[in-house]
């Protein structure tokens, strides 16, 4: 008895539990018949293998694939997302009730999928009875006009994005018509389609839109549906960027009346309409972008007056000469008192403008850069602007400064940029008082003197002092106590030593320095920067161009774990590369060159800087072998050891390496066999190899020229020691943009297969044994610059090789050229070097000679 009752209690959970199995009840697993009908989609979707995680196997749940979003409690499907599988592929047709079985489905993502439609008789409208659907996306497809009629069944639909298709609107009008049936449609987003201004009309019934997206269209000319606009009662936000849209006006005076409009975007049209009458009933437009229109001249804002919730206003790129002064009719401006930015950058405004815009008394953002701004800035000017917060003034002509004794009244100032002007003499002492600064470019000015109105600038973050002639000293004393700034840059000015000579403990932790090409006044070295001494956090540094003596400051690399770039390039920094003994795994880029480092590139260098991609160490005196390890480096990419004292042999697998783009061991004392390892080149573009001993005969065998090879673009190989013919392979270096083999001993003719060469802009030959005639080529090549001196060329000058419009440099001297100077020469329009010397030549036409000297 009690036996039996243990056992139809046992039976009892068995039965419960695959009940509670069976009906898909809280348990985290997807849903039997949904993962079955995900597998039938995944073929279709499935181009880039990108859905390996759709698994057969049927443990695995469906829930948890890429692209699929579950509800929590029910596990059913709300959200598949299936976007960029078939890209740029050739269109192909949907079975859209591969869908139907996701009941629940809310949002469809089909984006970048070269869908063109969808096979007969099973269109979207299908997908009516997914009564939850809100989002379909379906922009970047090749859907044309005859899909809309099926969409407009979906009328649960809130989002809905056709961007980037073949849609026209002339075709079917009335299908776009039927989108008023989408009753609950907030956004549409048409834009990157050919639609033309009726659509406007067409769509006018989807009164629920908030938001509409019509950039880059064929809207044109002038825009009369504004009845159709008005009827889109609920519209918030609405971009007609990028069309060709004149004006939106109509003669019968309606006029444009969307009460809830908040942003328009009106730029990369052709607007003229300087009064922006037609805005005067936008009473809610929070932002206005009208730049790059064709707004000039005078610019009349009264009829903006009525925009008295606009926040934002950019009219960057126009023609704009002046602003309609506020003295005119300063009672209405002021009620533009809400305006927080404005854009005016890259107008034709001239200093005038500051006393139009006294209105603005809410400005925070305020940019007038690539203007006509001249002469003195009155700082008398910015006094209404009590808000400003960002000011930008640069690419301007401005001199020097007008300052009151009020000073520069701009205690909220936070962005100041007044780089690219003509500014001169000291900075102005009233920076003092702008407390609040986290960011000033002055660079690109002729500012001298020094830097102590910088000195209290306590929020300051980023500086810019770059190509000026300030004295920076040594100690960076003013900028030391500055103990927010991160990003310092004062390239191209004067370093100078300071009478007394202290050095304080810097309150700041720079991320960037770059103070190149500051020569001192007289001779210093690395550790006299005392300040330097004491960051840690340092990402960038360039240091460049100082003629800094000493030894290499290992304890910058030691002190600052972070670094990233470290550029001390021609300095006269001295003795041995010596590097920290701990691994960096942060160096990226090292650039050393042009100094005078002598010794052995140390063995080191592979395990401290393991994740190096660019290493510079030219113009020093380093001997001794390449490190063979450094072709092991994951990440090296740029590699330049020019202008060395290194011998031996290249390590054949550096060539090879497949990150390596660009190689220069020019002017070193290398020999060895190289040829075998540029053929098995695996990515490398520019490979410059001249100036050595190289030796080897090039392989005239046919080389299956790998994909590997073509990424050639520049080689350089003069001056070594390599022979043999000029392979035919060449021909196939599609990329090849320059090829310098001169000074070797190259013998044999010019094969024909230099005729492909259609990207070759420089050629040069010369100084080898290379005979036969120049090649004849049946189409010419675009090639600027041909140097073939001092081979055994003969037979006539042929020029069928080149075109005539791109041929600047041609030099032929000491050849056994024969037969006359082809007239033709005369129509070559860019020829402006002819070098023929030592040849058999005869002159026919002595003027042809003449004309060249002339160039
Ligand atoms: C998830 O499913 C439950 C039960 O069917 C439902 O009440 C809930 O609204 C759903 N949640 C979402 C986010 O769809
Ligand atoms: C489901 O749960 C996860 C994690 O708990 C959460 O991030 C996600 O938003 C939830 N999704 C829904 C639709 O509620
Ligand atoms: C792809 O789909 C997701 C939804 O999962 C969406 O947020 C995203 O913007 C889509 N587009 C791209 C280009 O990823
Ligand atoms: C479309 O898909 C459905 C569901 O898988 C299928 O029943 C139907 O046969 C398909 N239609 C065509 C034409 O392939
Ligand atoms: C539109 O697309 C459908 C389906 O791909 C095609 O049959 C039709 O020819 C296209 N129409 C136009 C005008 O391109
Ligand atoms: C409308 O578009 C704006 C800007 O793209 C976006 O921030 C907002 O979320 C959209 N509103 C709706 C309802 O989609
Ligand atoms: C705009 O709405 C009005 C009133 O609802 C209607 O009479 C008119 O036909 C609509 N106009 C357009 C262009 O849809
Ligand atoms: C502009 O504002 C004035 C005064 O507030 C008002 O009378 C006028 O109707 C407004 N214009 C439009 C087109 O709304
Ligand atoms: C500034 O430009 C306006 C309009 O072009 C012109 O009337 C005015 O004379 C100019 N002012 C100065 C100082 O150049
Ligand atoms: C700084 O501001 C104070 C108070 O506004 C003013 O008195 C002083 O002259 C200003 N200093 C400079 C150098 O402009
Ligand atoms: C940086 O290195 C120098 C020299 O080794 C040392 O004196 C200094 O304390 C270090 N500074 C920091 C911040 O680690
Ligand atoms: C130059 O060409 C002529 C005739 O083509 C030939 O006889 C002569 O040997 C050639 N001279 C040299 C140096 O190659």
Same mark, same amino acid.
């Given at each position: ?153 979906? #009328? ?134 009208? #730049? ?91 006094? !209404? ?12 002509? /401005? ?13 909220? /100032? ?163 590369? #010596?590097?920290?003994? !701990? ?156 090829? !310098? ?51 055994? /060329? ?17 030099? /032929? ?6 037969? #006359? ?35």
């Amino acid at each position: 008895m009690v036996m039996e009752f243990k056992w139809l209690w046992f039976l009892r959970i068995v039965v419960l539990s695959v009940l509670l199995v069976w009906e898909g009840a809280p348990t985290d697993a997807c849903l039997e018949h949904e993962r079955i009908a995900l597998l039938q989609l995944k073929p279709f979707f499935n181009h880039y293998n990108e859905l390996v995680d759709w698994d057969e196997v049927t443990s695995s749940d469906c829930c948890q694939w890429k692209g699929i979003e579950c509800n929590n409690t029910s596990s059913r499907l709300i959200g598949l997302s299936l976007n960029s599988t078939r890209y740029g592929d050739e269109g192909w047709y949907l079975n859209v009730s591969l869908f139907l079985p996701f009941v629940e489905l809310k949002s469809l993502y089909l984006q970048g999928n070269a869908i063109a439609g969808c096979i007969e008789n099973e269109g979207f409208a299908k997908l009516s009875v997914l009564s939850n659907l809100e989002v379909l996306e379906l922009s970047e497809n090749q859907l044309n006009d005859s899909i809309i009629l099926s969409l407009s069944e979906l #009328s649960s639909l809130r989002y809905l994005s056709l961007a980037f298709n073949q849609l026209e609107g002339l075709s079917r009008p009335n299908d776009f018509q039927q989108l008023s049936r989408l009753v609950n449609l907030e956004t549409l987003y048409l834009s990157w389609n050919s639609l033309t201004n009726d659509i406007l009309f067409h769509i006018s019934g989807i009164s629920s839109l908030k938001n509409l997206s019509l950039r880059s269209n064929l809207l044109a000319g002038k825009l009369l549906h504004i009845q159709g606009l008005n009827n889109l009662t609920n519209l918030i936000y609405l971009d007609l960027n990028s069309n060709k849209i004149e004006s939106i006006s109509n003669q019968d005076g309606t006029q444009l009346r969307l009460t809830k409009l908040e942003q328009l975007d009106l730029s990369g049209n052709l607007f003229r309409d300087n009064t922006f009458s037609f805005l005067e009933g936008l009473p809610s437009l929070k932002s206005l972008d009208m #730049s790059t229109n064709d707004l000039h001249g005078s610019l009349d804002i009264k009829k903006m007056s009525n925009l008295t919730s606009l926040k934002k206003l950019n009219l960057n790129f126009n023609q704009i000469e002046s602003l309609q002064s506020s003295k005119d009719d300063g009672t209405k401006l002021q009620k533009l008192t809400q305006l927080e930015e404005l854009n005016l950058n890259g107008n034709l405004l001239n200093n005038s403008v500051f006393a139009s815009l006294h209105g603005f008394s809410n400005l925070k953002s305020l940019d007038i850069s690539h203007n006509q701004l001249q002469g003195s800035l009155d700082m008398k000017d910015f006094d !209404a602007f009590t808000s400003l917060r960002e000011l930008y003034i640069s690419n301007n002509q /401005l001199k020097d400064f007008v300052i009151q004794k009020g000073g520069c009244d701009l205690k909220n /100032l936070e962005v100041w940029d007044l780089s690219w002007n003509a500014f001169e003499g000291m900075l102005p002492h009233c920076l003092v008082n702008l407390t609040s600064l986290r960011e000033l470019d002055v660079s690109n000015n002729q500012f001298s003197g020094n830097l102590n109105p910088l000195a209290n600038l306590a929020s300051l973050e980023y500086l810019s002092l770059s190509k000026n002639h300030f004295q920076i000293p040594v100690s960076f004393t003013p900028l030391v106590d500055l103990p927010n700034l991160k990003f310092l840059y004062g390239d191209e000015n004067k370093m100078v030593m300071e009478p007394s000579f202290h050095t304080s403990i810097p309150k700041f932790q720079l991320k960037v320095i770059s103070v190149s090409k500051c020569i001192p006044s007289q001779k210093l070295s690395f550790e006299h920067l005392t300040f330097l001494h004491h960051q840690y956090d340092l990402k960038f540094v360039d240091l460049s161009g100082n003629n800094f003596s000493g030894t290499v400051p290992i304890w910058l690399l030691e002190n600052n774990t972070n670094l990233e770039h470290l550029i001390l390039r021609s300095n006269a920094l001295s003795g041995p590369l #010596s590097l920290p003994s !701990a691994s960096s795994f942060n160096v990226s880029s090292m650039d050393m060159s042009d100094n005078k480092l002598q010794g052995q590139i140390p063995l080191n260098i592979c395990s401290t800087f393991l994740h190096l991609s660019r290493l510079f160490l030219s113009k020093n005196a380093m001997e001794g072998n390449i490190p063979s390890c450094l072709s092991g480096m994951k990440n090296l990419s740029v590699l330049d050891l020019s202008n060395n004292q290194l011998s031996g042999s290249v390590p054949e697998e550096l060539i090879m390496k497949s990150s390596m783009r660009i190689m220069r061991l020019s002017n070193n004392n290398l020999r060895g066999n190289v040829v075998h390892a540029i053929l098995k080149v695996n990515g490398l573009k520019n490979l410059y190899l001249d100036g050595n001993n190289f030796s080897g005969e090039m392989t005239t065998t046919d080389v299956s020229t790998s994909e590997f090879l073509t990424s050639l673009a520049d080689i350089d190989l003069s001056n070594n020691k390599l022979y043999g013919k000029l392979p035919r392979w060449i021909g196939n270096l599609s990329s090849l943009g320059r090829l !310098a083999l001169s000074n070797n001993s190259f013998e044999g003719s010019i094969p024909m297969e230099f005729c492909n060469l259609n990207s070759l802009e420089f050629l040069e030959l010369s100084q080898n044994n290379l005979s036969g005639s120049l090649p004849s080529c049946s189409s010419p090549l675009n090639i600027q610059h041909v140097h073939l001196h001092e081979n055994r /060329l003969s037979g006539p000058l042929s020029l069928d090789f080149c075109n005539s419009d791109s041929l600047v440099t041609l030099d /032929l001297r000491g050849n056994n050229l024969t037969g #006359s100077i082809p007239k033709s020469i005369s129509a070559f329009s860019s020829l402006s070097v002819l070098l023929l010397k030592a040849n058999h030549l005869q002159e026919q036409d002595s003027r042809t000679r003449d004309t060249f000297r002339r160039r």
